[in-house]
């Protein structure tokens, strides 16, 4: 059974960092895309990165470029986001995201709240 484990969300104020990881098991982690994805209170789901299964591809939304890195540990079956810069608008729930069989799996989330 796919399982996705985020963790590190955290409260923390304007322009701090957070680490995010999200641990996966259930499948062979190095064989497929990883992505990142965030819930904004009341809005709907916002692709945020993604990485390719090796780790040399990475891209990102505008609104996190630059200021966001996607990483992966292949051999810890474990994606990692490094938030720096932060702003209020990152406040979400944040999600790691595969498409597994055809469908979209994600995890339970983990809360990040900016603010001062």
């Known amino acids: 059974e796919v399982q996705l484990v985020e963790s590190g969300g955290d409260l923390v104020q304007p322009g701090g960092s957070l680490r995010l990881s999200c641990a996966a098991s259930?499948?062979?982690?190095?064989?497929?895309?990883m992505s990142w994805v965030r819930q904004a209170p009341g809005k709907g789901l916002e692709w945020v990165s993604n990485?390719?299964?090796?780790?040399?591809?990475?891209n990102y939304a505008d609104s996190v470029k630059g200021r966001f890195t996607i990483s992966r540990d292949n051999g810890k079956s474990t994606l990692y986001l490094q938030l720096n810069s932060l702003k209020t608008e990152d406040t979400a729930k944040y999600y790691c995201?595969?498409?597994?069989?055809?469908?979209?799996?994600r995890g339970q989330g983990t809360q990040v709240t900016v603010s001062s």
């Open positions: 995201q595969i498409v597994y069989a055809g469908r979209q799996k």
């Open positions: 990485i390719s299964n090796s780790g040399r591809t990475t």
């Open positions: 259930g499948f062979t982690f190095s064989d497929y895309v």
